[in-house]
DNA sequence: AATTTGACCATAA
DNA sequence: GTTATGGCCAAAT
């Protein structure tokens, strides 16, 4: 392909799967994407997600201790809190259930 | 070009 | 629970 695109991996296009009311850490973005050691750049790929990318769920994304990220100096993470419950995704100080959130992946093969 | 910074994860003490 | 270290890459300065 002859796009001078950004050299971010095909990171959004597993956000992008991630369902409402779901939750992924990074380091299973990376791991989907076929990247379990560049968790890092999956967080900083969405920080660069620009206002066009609004089908790329990273709210959706946080770290693996269920908590949302606090990547900017503000109150910025609260917002993201406030967009997944939103979607139904409750919050226990400050703190998602991974173990009933968490994103189990693309579910191929599994029946239930 | 080199240095610093950044939305992380896993291990060890 | 916290603190410290190693891994990995891209953007900004």
């Known amino acids: 392909m002859t796009d001078k695109s950004s050299g971010w991996q095909g990171f959004y296009a597993v956000v992008v799967q991630i369902p409402a009311g779901r939750v992924a850490t990074y380091g299973q973005i990376a791991r989907l994407a076929g990247f379990p050691q560049h968790a890092r750049q ?4 969405l920080a660069a997600l620009p206002e066009s990318r609004t ?17 900017a100096r503000s109150g910025m993470h609260h917002f993201q809190q406030s ?8 919050f226990v100080n400050e703190r998602v259930d991974l173990k009933t959130y968490l994103w189990e992946g ?5 029946d239930g």
């Not at 693309?106 to 599994?110: F, I, L, N, Q």
């Open 42 to 45: 999956v967080g900083y790929a």
């Open 55 to 71: 089908d790329v769920p990273w709210q959706r994304v946080i770290n693996s201790k269920g908590e949302v990220s606090p990547r």
């Open 83 to 90: 967009l997944l419950e939103a979607e139904g995704v409750s």
């Open 106 to 110: 693309t579910e191929s093969g599994a």
